[in-house]
């Protein structure tokens, strides 16, 4: 089968720093997004790693280990907007292949 | 205009009404979807369009019925549903290459929150 593990719940304190980690087992990989969700709002997209390593854009940085399975979103200097469910999806194949395959969700909680 | 944009907002229906959902993008994406999502789960991918045609048909019952009348508009027809199929209905897009390549951001509209009585 495949699937993607991630914790179901985060809490953390503002300006603190949190790490959300993936595993995944999936019959394929091209790459591994991430999304965050505000209740009642829309999936954002907010990163995406093809090769290993880490990718920063501003607070949130993306990391993958192609070899480990793994990846991790990392948000620093939480702030209370922060606060909503965050998703690891994995694209299973390149090229002709648009279903991205979903992990459950994190929800992550920042207190003040 | 980097938006998707779906209506209605809501959307309460009866189990013998017909009702259409509708989504529009004007970024140019070539790929479509819609997703079904669950409170507190992830979306479902239900169908996917690329370059107006179907795709991709999670084999969504027949009480859906999908249409890309376009490259900017999308719609998800409701006909017959059941109470079970109340949910958010999502769409989203994203660029597609000539040769079939994909780009891996999506852009999804805000939902239309479906309730099926």
């Known amino acids: 089968g495949q699937s993607l593990e991630q914790p179901s719940e985060v809490t953390a304190v503002e300006g603190a720093i949190v790490q959300i980690n993936c595993t995944y087992q999936?019959?394929?990989?091209?790459?591994l997004s991430w999304y965050q969700q505000h209740d009642g709002g829309a999936p954002t997209f907010l990163s995406y790693?093809?090769l290993d390593g880490l990718e920063e854009t501003g607070r949130f940085s993306s990391f993958l280990s192609r070899s480990d399975s793994y990846g991790y979103l990392l948000l620093q200097e939480l702030q209370m907007k922060d606060s909503a469910s965050y998703f690891c999806?994995?694209?299973?194949?390149?090229?002709?292949?648009?279903?991205?395959?979903w992990g459950l969700g994190t929800s992550l909680a920042v207190n003040p | 205009d980097t938006e998707v944009t779906q209506t209605p907002k809501h959307l309460v229906m009866g189990m013998t009404n017909k009702k259409s959902l509708k989504c529009e993008q004007h970024?140019?994406?070539?790929?479509m979807y819609w997703y079904k999502q669950k409170a507190k789960k992830p979306p479902e991918l239900m169908f996917v369009?690329?370059?107006?045609?179907?795709?991709i048909n999670e084999s969504v019952p027949s009480r859906f019925s999908p249409e890309c009348p376009n490259s900017s508009l999308l719609n998800l027809h409701l006909h017959a549903l059941q109470p079970e199929d109340s949910a958010l209905y999502l769409c989203?897009?994203?660029?597609?290459?000539?040769?079939?390549?994909?780009?891996?951001?999506?852009?999804f509209g805000p939902g239309t929150r479906l309730t099926v009585l």
């Open positions: 999806a994995v694209s299973p194949n390149a090229g002709n292949n648009r279903k991205l395959i």
């Open positions: 970024m140019g994406h070539r790929a």
């Open positions: 369009y690329s370059y107006e045609k179907l795709s």
């Open positions: 989203a897009s994203s660029l597609e290459g000539l040769a079939g390549v994909t780009y891996n951001e999506q852009f």
């Open positions: 999936t019959s394929g990989f091209y790459g």
């Open positions: 790693n093809a």
